[in-house]
């Protein structure tokens, strides 16, 4: 059973900047990824950002250069720094992580003014 709390969300001024972090609790196999999906209103979740075990990350094109995905493996913990946020930006993200099975946090609501 392995639990993922979020948070970090919040509302921001196109150009701001958000850190959100999501950190796992409980014991279950080693988590070999981390990442982030995010759903706007009305549209279809998306994947944002993930990291294997060996670092290695992947992102969106569209937030290439504007969002950084770290974990801490030790603590079973992953971060999403967003920087230059924009206001399709605006969604709910959600954790993820990987093991033998994917489990989800509970999602934090980021909204984007202009």
């Known amino acids: 059973q392995v639990q993922l709390v979020e948070s970090g969300g919040g509302l921001v001024q196109a150009g701001g900047s958000l850190r959100l972090s999501c950190a796992a609790s409980?014991?279950?196999?080693?988590?070999?990824?981390m990442g982030w999906y995010r759903q706007a209103p009305e549209k279809q979740r998306e994947l944002v950002a993930y990291?294997?075990?060996?670092?290695?990350?992947n992102y969106q094109d569209s937030v290439k250069g504007r969002f950084t995905i770290s974990r801490d493996n030790a603590k079973n913990t992953v971060y999403l720094q967003m920087n230059s946020l924009k206001p399709e930006d605006t969604a709910v993200y959600y954790c993820?992580?990987?093991?033998?099975?994917?489990?989800w946090g509970q999602g934090t609501q980021v909204t984007v003014s202009s």
């Open positions: 409980g014991s279950a196999a080693s988590i070999a990824a």
């Open positions: 993820y992580a990987r093991s033998l099975e994917v489990y």
């Open positions: 990291s294997n075990s060996g670092g290695k990350t």
